[in-house]
């Protein structure tokens, strides 16, 4: 429980701002006079006393005596000051803090996304192991760049065997997939740090694929199905922030992968530290209270046309992102002589800043519109990743840390649209589909990248050939994408509405 007191000597003007129930990142309801209690916010509890003095020449003491508990598990600690700070200085406005959401969140939906944010972290390492690893795989088993492109294209084959598990997230629920998958992403981690030859741990990846791909369509569904709709994309930046976070947890830790050939095998044991969390991160999630209000049967062939809409939006966009992810690291090992350590210091430096970025982009999709934030992303963001993979060492660091922080906005304002598209009983099924068309896209990207570089010698003209996907899926987007911010689910999709009365 925290308290504390502050006093202000004010006017009459500033006394009735003070004296009067707040409704910015806390709506109070008034009990008494002097006496304000919770009526929506992120606490567990909450009360605030008000006493006025009188002083002369129309001014006055107000002390406000606060009492409060935060209601945000695991992630408490960071807002405990800001919030404690906000309290204190009251502005003269009711619009949220810019660190805060757009929309006041209530105690229950502030615990799912910091639940869900947890999660999001281990389903960020299980991601981006594989990418950060299988260059030094590759050296353990002997095989070459082409090989290593086969190799990232065939454990996506993961992505598309998650179309099987969405299936059970719109009939079992959303929460019972995160279980599943959580506990196949442990069990097929330990087994790629243990693959005696190429074959095994690839199929140890495309489990882990599966599992993973499986477990990030139904966080995305849960968090929009639960978030206010003005917060989605802000939301996804969030849990895109915590994702980055498990991502980065692979660099913290691939200078492993330096101690001998087999080094890379420790990063893959990482996720048996996580158990304890996850097993609590699934005991407090709640299930999706959308989709508790229609458990009903819809079949996909209405939303056949949005389907492949927005699947050819992601395929496009996939087939420049994925090389970029999968091949980065041969780039800087090969053409720049980068060694495991600047490799970790390199990715550390360029991407921890693109979390800003992301954030950023978050709310502007949110208040100013999705499709401008994806325009930026796409041409400015894609753009100098394309000048990345072209310029020499002096200018690799700069040009990566303005790459990443303009095309971090890809993620919030574009992953919106995979619960918006459909209604309740389809979005998981739906919403897996079109990420696998995506993943078909970047499958592509990378099998193409890996033989044009052995054909061409660099990757530099290749990813500036596949930057005409991404702007071709921005075309896509103005010409066919409507601006859904601020709109519920229910007046997106109406058959959620007919389902629940």
Same mark, same amino acid.
């Given at each position: 429980?925290?308290?504390?007191?502050?006093?202000?000597?004010?006017?009459?003007?500033?006394?009735?701002?003070?004296?009067?129930?707040?409704?910015?990142?806390?709506?109070?309801?008034?009990?008494?006079?002097?006496?304000?209690?919770?009526?929506?916010?992120?606490?567990?509890?909450?009360?605030?006393?008000?006493?006025?003095?009188?002083?002369?020449?129309?001014?006055?003491?107000?002390?406000?005596?606060?009492?409060?508990?935060?209601?945000?598990?695991?992630?408490?600690?960071?807002?405990?000051?800001?919030?404690?700070?906000?309290?204190?200085?009251?502005?003269?406005?009711?619009?949220?803090?810019?660190?805060?959401?757009?929309?006041?969140?209530?105690?229950?939906?502030?615990?799912?996304?910091?639940?869900?944010?947890?999660?999001?972290?281990?389903?960020?390492?299980?991601?981006?192991?594989?990418?950060?690893?299988?260059?030094?795989?590759?050296?353990?088993?002997?095989?070459?760049?082409?090989?290593?492109?086969?190799?990232?294209?065939?454990?996506?084959?993961?992505?598309?065997?998650?179309?099987?598990?969405?299936?059970?997230?719109?009939?079992?629920?959303?929460?019972?997939?995160?279980?599943?998958?959580?506990?196949?992403?442990?069990?097929?981690?330990?087994?790629?740090?243990?693959?005696?030859?190429?074959?095994?741990?690839?199929?140890?990846?495309?489990?882990?694929?599966?599992?993973?791909?499986?477990?990030?369509?139904?966080?995305?569904?849960?968090?929009?199905?639960?978030?206010?709709?003005?917060?989605?994309?802000?939301?996804?930046?969030?849990?895109?922030?915590?994702?980055?976070?498990?991502?980065?947890?692979?660099?913290?830790?691939?200078?492993?992968?330096?101690?001998?050939?087999?080094?890379?095998?420790?990063?893959?044991?990482?996720?048996?530290?996580?158990?304890?969390?996850?097993?609590?991160?699934?005991?407090?999630?709640?299930?999706?209270?959308?989709?508790?209000?229609?458990?009903?049967?819809?079949?996909?062939?209405?939303?056949?046309?949005? &389907?492949? +809409?927005? !699947?050819?939006?992601?395929?496009?966009? $996939?087939? /420049?992102? #994925?090389? @970029?992810?999968?091949?980065?690291?041969?780039?800087?090992?090969?053409?720049?002589?980068?060694?495991?350590?600047?490799?970790?210091?390199?990715?550390?430096?360029?991407?921890?800043?693109?979390?800003?970025?992301?954030?950023?982009?978050?709310?502007?999709?949110?208040?100013?519109?999705?499709?401008?934030?994806?325009?930026?992303?796409?041409?400015?963001?894609?753009?100098?990743?394309?000048?990345?993979?072209?310029?020499?060492?002096?200018?690799?660091?700069?040009?990566?840390?303005?790459?990443?922080?303009?095309?971090?906005?890809?993620?919030?304002?574009?992953?919106?649209?995979?619960?918006?598209?459909?209604?309740?009983?389809?979005?998981?099924?739906?919403?897996?589909?079109?990420?696998?068309?995506?993943?078909?896209?970047?499958?592509?990207? &990378?099998? +193409?990248? !890996?033989?044009?570089?052995?054909?061409? $010698?660099? /990757?530099? #003209?290749? @990813?500036?050939?596949?930057?005409?996907?991404?702007?071709?899926?921005?075309?896509?987007?103005?010409?066919?994408?409507?601006?859904?911010?601020?709109?519920?689910?229910?007046?997106?999709?109406?058959?959620?509405?007919?389902?629940?009365?």
């Amino acid at each position: 429980m925290t308290q504390f007191s502050i006093s202000h000597n004010c006017n009459a003007e500033e006394m009735t701002l003070l004296t009067s129930p707040r409704c910015d990142i806390v709506a109070e309801q008034k009990l008494a006079t002097g006496y304000y209690s919770l009526l929506h916010g992120p606490f567990h509890s909450y009360s605030r006393k008000v006493d006025v003095s009188v002083l002369p020449e129309n001014r006055f003491i107000v002390t406000e005596i606060f009492s409060y508990k935060l209601g945000i598990p695991y992630f408490g600690f960071l807002f405990s000051l800001p919030i404690r700070r906000y309290l204190r200085n009251r502005p003269i406005t009711n619009k949220q803090p810019f660190w805060a959401s757009p929309q006041r969140f209530d105690v229950a939906i502030t615990s799912t996304m910091a639940t869900l944010a947890i999660i999001v972290m281990f389903t960020g390492f299980l991601s981006n192991a594989p990418a950060e690893t299988h260059t030094y795989a590759a050296d353990e088993f002997a095989v070459d760049q082409m090989s290593q492109g086969v190799l990232g294209a065939f454990i996506r084959i993961g992505t598309l065997l998650a179309i099987a598990v969405s299936i059970i997230a719109d009939r079992k629920g959303r929460k019972h997939v995160l279980t599943i998958c959580i506990v196949l992403g442990l069990l097929s981690s330990v087994a790629a740090a243990l693959s005696p030859n190429l074959l095994t741990f690839s199929i140890c990846l495309i489990v882990m694929r599966t599992a993973n791909a499986s477990l990030g369509v139904a966080i995305i569904v849960l968090a929009m199905e639960e978030l206010p709709s003005g917060c989605r994309s802000w939301g996804l930046s969030v849990l895109g922030m915590s994702a980055a976070i498990g991502a980065g947890m692979v660099v913290w830790v691939q200078p492993l992968a330096g101690i001998a050939t087999w080094g890379w095998r420790l990063i893959y044991l990482v996720p048996l530290l996580m158990t304890p969390l996850m097993m609590r991160a699934i005991k407090q999630l709640p299930e999706s209270h959308r989709f508790l209000a229609n458990r009903n049967h819809l079949s996909l062939r209405p939303y056949t046309r949005r &389907i492949m +809409l927005l !699947g050819l939006t992601y395929f496009l966009i $996939g087939i /420049f992102l #994925s090389p @970029i992810d999968w091949f980065r690291n041969e780039y800087l090992r090969d053409q720049h002589n980068f060694s495991a350590i600047k490799i970790t210091v390199f990715v550390l430096a360029t991407a921890t800043p693109g979390g800003i970025g992301l954030y950023i982009a978050g709310r502007l999709a949110d208040t100013r519109g999705r499709r401008a934030v994806i325009t930026v992303a796409s041409v400015l963001g894609l753009g100098c990743t394309v000048l990345f993979f072209n310029l020499s060492d002096l200018f690799l660091w700069p040009t990566a840390l303005v790459a990443i922080l303009f095309a971090s906005g890809l993620l919030p304002a574009m992953g919106v649209y995979k619960a918006e598209f459909f209604p309740t009983a389809v979005r998981a099924r739906a919403a897996t589909i079109t990420g696998a068309i995506g993943v078909v896209g970047g499958s592509c990207g &990378i099998l +193409l990248t !890996g033989w044009l570089r052995l054909q061409w $010698g660099d /990757f530099g #003209s290749v @990813i500036a050939i596949l930057w005409l996907g991404p702007l071709f899926a921005t075309l896509l987007i103005w010409m066919f994408f409507k601006e859904s911010s601020r709109r519920e689910l229910e007046e997106l999709n109406p058959e959620d509405v007919s389902q629940s009365a």
